[in-house]
């Protein structure tokens, strides 16, 4: 199937223009470094919100316990070194000459803060089921922590990857909320100021223990529009521009002053359906949607063959990948005979929410697939922040059908499956016994290869019930000033200190 769309060269045209006259010349230069995300973060505390726009910029304020290097290896980075003591015990020797931003001592202290804050229930982080098999923290010593997890948890150093270390002293004398609006981490740049609904600023911190960042100011600015993103980088009035798509990237090619930076990611786009609402309680009319959705057509007729279709929820990038793995394929008329079959009950209106930071060729094009097979789908957009709320809220307050692309950033398949299958978690619009089942097994055993045999019955699962849809494997696609040298990495970690401008 070739997948039908259109664009508008007049509308993108006069975006261009709008762009270039509404931002003065020379924004970007060695001194001041600007990056054009899509929305501006809904957070900047690392342990509340996790979406895209809110980790570029709070990553580079915070250090993590460990990290991972620009191959994929987990590193350290707070933790200088760590040993099991045990399948449920592991200490960590922490470095001691970090501090933060304000000038205080990082300490055991604050990781065990930052570690019981972000798996305290109450707190309520949408990241709490990445961290949840932790059960203890205990600071032996003002540079060594040990953690206790509830059994053996083998996902532990690829979760830990994202545990950004906040100072206890400084949150709890400010509160949640404040802290968030003024953060301080320990991290190569320091928060200068934030302008809602226009940029946040950076400063570098010279004092930084590791690697300094190359620009001493960075502007990050919300700009939803691809082609005033990529007609910013175009003028030199932006550094770094995030997700463009793959026209964009192909213009870039001839382009004098900017280049596209490309690499395959951890990220997995996927539809999700809540199997509690009517049409997709009725498992024959999910898999009439996964019947429906020509992969191959979304990557090849719309991404530009960049991303690449999978047959499960995850990516090769990522531990757990299961070769083989037989799911759903299209098959328009195997779907259309089982819309067909449902009667009346196929026909009700659904409701596909999106957001701007999505990509809404795929968004339309699958709407336009759907109804193909006989679906009625009404695309529902919101701003992120909004799509965020309604998709972390449970079986009950999940929309009905919704278009995403998940990454953990921990390169684990425990990252993507179990906030997105199991019953605990407010992402999951699914609840299946066997699944968690499994799930928690996977979670319990340092074994890899009962790990991989768990995972690929939990794929098996999901392409047997199609509580939601795998799409692609999603590349990233930024645009750079030509003399920007930076490889995007599969977590899409947009470190800035990993950044250098090229002679």
Same mark, same amino acid.
């Given at each position: 199937?070739?997948?039908?769309?259109?664009?508008?060269?007049?509308?993108? =045209?006069?975006?261009?223009?709008?762009?270039?006259?509404?931002?003065?010349?020379?924004? =970007?230069?060695?001194?001041?470094?600007?990056? !054009?995300?899509?929305?501006?973060?809904?957070?900047?505390?690392p342990q509340v919100q996790w979406n895209p726009d809110s980790y570029y910029v709070y990553r580079n304020i915070f250090d993590n316990l460990v990290t991972r290097d620009d191959k994929g290896e987990i590193v350290p980075q707070v933790a200088a070194s760590w040993k099991y003591l045990s399948d449920t015990e592991i200490e960590f020797q922490l470095r001691p000459d970090i501090t933060f931003h304000d000038g205080s001592k990082l300490t055991a202290d604050d990781v065990v803060y930052s570690v019981k804050r972000i798996t305290d229930p109450k707190f309520g982080s949408p990241q709490l089921g990445?961290?949840?098999?932790i059960t203890g923290a205990t600071a032996l010593s003002p540079t060594s922590v040990k953690l206790t997890t509830d059994g053996a948890y083998p996902a532990l150093l690829a979760q830990l990857v994202k545990l950004s270390i906040v100072p206890?002293?400084?949150?709890? =004398?400010?509160?949640?909320?404040?802290?968030?609006l003024k953060?301080?981490?320990?991290?190569?740049?320091?928060?200068?100021?934030?302008?809602?609904?226009?940029?946040v600023v950076l400063t570098r911190n010279d004092a930084y223990w590791g690697a300094k960042g190359p620009f001493p100011t960075v502007v990050f600015r919300a700009v939803p529009d691809g082609a005033t993103r990529l007609a910013n980088l175009q003028a030199g009035t932006s550094d770094l521009g995030v997700t463009l798509d793959a026209d964009q990237a192909a213009q870039l090619k001839s382009a004098p002053k900017a280049q596209a930076l490309i690499g395959l990611t951890e990220r997995v786009a996927y539809l999700r359906l809540n199997t509690s609402k009517p049409p997709f309680d009725n498992v024959k009319l999910r898999l009439a949607? =996964?019947?429906?959705?020509?992969?191959?057509?979304?990557?090849?007729?719309?991404?530009?063959?960049?991303?690449?279709?999978?047959?499960?929820?995850?990516?090769?990038?990522?531990?757990?990948?299961?070769?083989?793995?037989?799911?759903?394929?299209? !098959?328009?008329?195997?779907?259309?005979?089982?819309?067909?079959?449902?009667?009346?009950?196929?026909?009700?209106?659904?409701?596909?929410?999106?957001?701007?930071?999505?990509?809404?060729?795929?968004?339309?094009?699958?709407?336009?697939?759907?109804?193909?097979?006989?679906?009625?789908?009404?695309?529902?957009?919101? !701003?992120?922040?909004s799509y965020l709320k309604r998709s972390q809220a449970g079986l009950a307050g999940n929309p009905t059908l919704s278009f995403g692309r998940w990454s953990c950033a921990c390169q684990d398949?425990?990252?993507?499956?179990?906030?997105?299958?199991?019953k605990s978690s407010g992402w999951s619009a699914y609840r299946n016994p066997k699944a968690d089942e499994l799930l928690e097994e996977a979670r319990?055993?340092?074994?890899?290869?009962?790990?991989?045999?768990?995972?690929?019955?939990?794929?098996?699962?999901?392409?047997?019930?199609?509580?939601?849809?795998?799409?692609?494997?999603a590349a990233v696609i930024y645009g750079a000033t030509k003399s920007l040298k930076w490889q995007p990495t599969p977590n899409e970690s947009l470190f800035l200190n990993r950044m250098s401008w090229s002679d």
């Open positions: 199937m070739t997948v039908a769309w259109r664009t508008y060269p007049l509308a993108a =045209a006069c975006a261009a223009i709008l762009a270039l006259g509404s931002i003065a010349p020379a924004w =970007a230069s060695k001194e001041r470094f600007v990056v !054009d995300l899509v929305n501006e973060p809904s957070s900047l505390d990445q961290f949840d098999k206890k002293a400084i949150v709890e =004398a400010v509160g949640k909320d404040a802290f968030n953060p301080v981490g320990s991290g190569p740049y320091k928060f200068e100021s934030w302008q809602r609904g226009v940029e949607a =996964a019947y429906a959705i020509d992969k191959e057509g979304l990557v090849d007729g719309l991404l530009g063959g960049f991303d690449k279709p999978v047959s499960q929820l995850g990516t090769p990038a990522s531990f757990g990948w299961v070769e083989g793995l037989k799911a759903p394929t299209y !098959d328009l008329a195997r779907a259309k005979a089982l819309v067909a079959e449902a009667g009346p009950a196929a026909k009700a209106e659904i409701e596909l929410a999106t957001a701007p930071v999505f990509d809404q060729r795929i968004v339309q094009a699958i709407q336009q697939q759907l109804g193909d097979a006989g679906f009625t789908v009404k695309i529902a957009m919101s !701003d992120m922040a398949a425990d990252g993507v499956l179990f906030p997105l299958i199991h319990q055993t340092l074994d890899k290869d009962k790990r991989l045999a768990a995972y690929k019955q939990v794929q098996e699962i999901i392409a047997a019930e199609a509580p939601l849809v795998p799409l692609y494997q």
